[in-house]
């Protein structure tokens, strides 16, 4: 379990740094995440959250009970993602946060964005992902953008 940041912290306010180096130490800093964000029941967690401020973040939608129909997906590490085309169409859904302990926020987001990023070999991925994924894939975005939540909270 790595210590979480917690709101307020400046590195959650900081732009991450891009990843240029995929290594053995790239491949442990994932794994710990994957267990820190497993650990919290969450299904997602993003570098800063964890005191590294690099363009990496993990999204591992499976059913909850805010999203009973969450698709099941295996954890998937997204790194130097960007958003290439997002949907007029937004969608309101209940949002936690690791670093916003407690607080649920009603959160509009892209119904579906067309994105590109990284896998841990630094093979390039390019898709489409839609709803609950989407979202999650958002949320974390924004965290390597220095945004949390309470900045997107409608
Ligand atoms: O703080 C984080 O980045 C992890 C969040 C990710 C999240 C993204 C989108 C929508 C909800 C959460 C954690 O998973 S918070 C725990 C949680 C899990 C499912 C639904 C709501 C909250
Ligand atoms: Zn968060």
């Known amino acids: 379990m790595l210590p979480i940041a917690t709101y307020g912290e ?18 442990q800093l994932a794994e710990q995440m994957l267990h820190t964000m497993q650990q919290a029941n969450g299904v997602g967690i993003a570098a800063p959250q964890v005191h590294r401020s690099l363009q990496l973040f993990i999204m591992a939608s499976n059913p909850n009970p805010r999203y009973p129909t969450a698709p099941i997906m295996a954890p998937q590490v997204v790194i130097n993602p960007q958003i290439l085309q997002a949907s007029e169409q937004m969608v309101a859904g209940e949002e936690g946060c690791l670093s916003i302990p407690q607080q649920r926020c009603q959160v509009m987001r892209h119904q579906a964005i067309e994105v ?38 409608t």
């Open 10 to 27: 400046a590195v959650l306010r900081q732009v991450a740094a891009p990843v240029t180096v995929f290594d053995s130490e790239l491949h």
């Open 116 to 153: 590109k990023y990284q896998d841990l070999s630094g093979e390039w991925c390019q898709e489409w992902l839609e709803g609950f994924i989407a979202r999650i894939f958002q949320h974390e975005f924004d965290h390597l953008q220095g945004i949390t939540l309470k900045e997107r909270a």
